[in-house]
């Protein structure tokens, strides 16, 4: 099986900058994509960024130009750098990804991994 654990959330004041971790452990043959989500009081969860393996990248509009996603494969972290955060940037950030675990089929992908979220309110 395989875990998700996230670190680097925080209280910021509006137009700072945070930096999300997110390590992914396990018995894990590979991870095709590994990325963010968000949900703030009141409203659905809703995607922030993706990246996958093969380094390409998706991102919701409202973060375009201020968030940028990263990976280290060889450590199976993703990062989200937050940059010119605002009020309506806070939520709780959730880690999302998809494994291939090694079965007597060979590598079988098995989606939507979760982490526990880490909090981000953007305040003055």
């Known amino acids: 099986q395989g875990q998700l654990v996230e670190s680097g959330g925080g209280l910021v004041q509006p137009g700072g900058s945070l930096r999300l971790s997110c390590a992914a452990s396990g018995s894990i043959f590979s991870i095709p994509s590994m990325g963010w989500y968000r949900q703030a009081p009141g409203k659905q969860r809703e995607l922030v960024a993706l990246?996958?393996?093969?380094?390409?990248?998706n991102y919701a509009d409202s973060v375009k130009g201020r968030f940028t996603i990263s990976r280290d494969n060889a450590k199976n972290t993703v990062y989200l750098q937050m940059n010119n955060l605002q009020p309506e940037d806070t939520a709780v950030y959730y880690c999302n990804a998809d494994f291939e675990f090694l079965t007597g089929w060979g590598p079988t992908r098995v989606p939507d991994f979760w982490g526990r979220g880490t909090q981000v309110t953007v305040s003055s």
């Open positions: 990246a996958t393996t093969g380094g390409k990248t």
